[in-house]
């Protein structure tokens, strides 16, 4: 990705909000009563899985962390066809806190509308909805298209298959870095730039244009200082991969050729990760 002038970041910035903005108002949610929203070249596809709810769990498996399901599934070709993954998340039974909490698949469809203004590739949204009793959110889902033949950065963790593959784990990370630099140049935090969370092509991987998924934790900053926020999430980043000290180094240097205006020296940058407080970190 290119290095950002100013008056190009104050273009993104508000091309972002805007589809951001939109976005919300075509899915019009409600925080009080449960609703349903799909867009324009999917709305049999979620009218088909709203109708057989029971062949989600037939579908692939793809995560079991807690009030979380994940599910790769193959909608039938009367009904648009193609392979779409869905997350299903439920609330506590006992949680009064939800009543008018927006749900966590309202947040990841539209941080997804925004850093797609931003420029920035990430999985496309297709549905979004959520169950409400008497205002009290029990569950929400959101189903984005499953994009074909790509890998996550997993593979080259430390237990991952390609994690001796140096040139490609190097590649991946500065091309990571450039995205994650844009997103911050325009005041985007996430606080989970996991690797695992970052696809590319499996037949390419050196070349291939990586894309994002699972950014509910994203969002515009507003505090007043983006420094301790870049340090976080460049460290989350790392800290997966296991990297050496030289090559931190040489990857902050990498990011701060596409975030200029950060304040940071590749010095001060590696100080600012190492004193992150890793436990603090979420996933």
């Known amino acids: 990705m290119d290095t950002l002038s100013a008056s190009a970041t104050k273009e993104l910035v508000e091309a972002s909000h805007v589809q951001y903005h939109a976005l919300l108002k075509k899915m019009a949610p409600s925080r009080f009563h449960s ?5 324009d070249e999917f709305k049999e596809g979620a009218e088909w899985i709203r109708n057989h709810p029971h062949e989600i769990h037939t579908g692939l498996y793809l995560s079991d962390t ?40 309202v947040q990841e469809i539209l941080n997804y509308a925004a850093m797609e203004g931003l420029g920035i590739p990430v999985a496309k949204p297709l549905s979004c909805g959520e169950v409400r009793r008497l205002g009290r959110l029990k569950s929400s889902y959101i189903v984005t298209r499953f994009i074909n033949n790509s890998i996550d950065g997993s593979a080259l963790m430390p237990t991952g298959y390609l994690t001796e593959d140096k040139v490609l ?33 499996k037949d390419d991987p050196c070349n291939s244009q990586l894309t994002l998924i699972d950014i509910t934790k994203g969002g515009f900053n507003k505090a007043l200082s983006m420094r ?21 180094e040489d990857l ?9 205006t950060c304040g940071f020296t590749p010095e001060s940058l590696w100080e600012a990760i190492i004193s992150v407080d890793f436990p603090s970190i979420n996933a």
């Open 228 to 248: 301790a926020a870049i340090a976080i999430d460049l460290a989350t980043f790392f800290i997966d991969l296991r990297l050496d000290a030289a090559e931190i």
């Open 252 to 260: 902050c240097d990498h990011y701060l050729q596409f975030n200029t």
């Open 169 to 201: 784990k190097m590649a991946f990370c500065r091309k990571a870095l450039e995205i994650i630099a844009r997103a911050h140049v325009c005041g985007f935090v996430h606080s989970a730039f996991h690797p695992h969370k970052i696809l590319m092509d």
């Open 66 to 105: 807690p009030n979380k399901e994940v599910w790769r599934i193959t909608i039938p070709d009367n009904h648009g066809g193609g392979e779409v993954v869905i997350k299903i998340y439920t609330e506590p039974t006992l949680s009064w806190f939800s009543v008018g909490k927006r749900s966590i698949a």
């Open 35 to 39: 609703w349903d929203w799909a867009s």
